[in-house]
């Protein structure tokens, strides 16, 4: 269960850095792709919570 939840809060910490980057014009996939590597999670998890978001 712990594992989960730090899983979940790795993506949502890295959706919201992903956001930050887009709005500051980088581009959706490059912005993904470096949170994903920065702090190890699936880029697929980061675009469907920004989706959701």
Not at 34 to 41: G, I
Request: glycine fraction near 2%; aromatic fraction near 4%; charged fraction near 35%.
């Amino acid at each position: 269960m712990v594992k989960k939840e730090n899983s979940v809060r790795k993506v949502i910490c890295a959706a919201s850095e992903a956001l930050t980057m887009i709005e500051e014009g980088v581009s959706t996939e490059e912005a993904v792709e470096k949170v994903s590597k920065e702090y190890q999670v699936n880029p697929k998890e980061v675009i469907e919570f920004i989706q959701t978001d």
